[in-house]
């Protein structure tokens, strides 16, 4: 398994510090990332199975579990 990026590392953590579904502004704000980069990440570990993902209205929101 590849290691993760710098980046990634950071939306992952930031995932995995809530117990509850964040937004993807959140998500990039808590990253400090741009919301791009958090979006395109987090459309990946969705991809991966890695995390979980449910819409509401025109917001995405993700979730981890540890």
């Known amino acids: ?13 930031t995932l995995l510090e ?4 964040i937004n993807t ?3 990039a704000k808590l990253s400090k990332l741009s919301w791009n980069t958090a979006d395109k990440y ?3 570990f ?13 917001r995405d929101y993700w979730y ?3």
């Open 1 to 13: 398994m590849a290691r993760l990026k710098p980046q990634e590392a950071r939306v992952l953590k």
């Open 18 to 21: 809530h117990n509850f579904y």
């Open 25 to 27: 502004t959140q998500v």
């Open 42 to 44: 987090l459309k990946d």
């Open 46 to 58: 969705h991809k991966r199975g890695w995390i979980f993902h449910k819409t509401r209205g025109n």
């Open 64 to 66: 981890a579990e540890r």
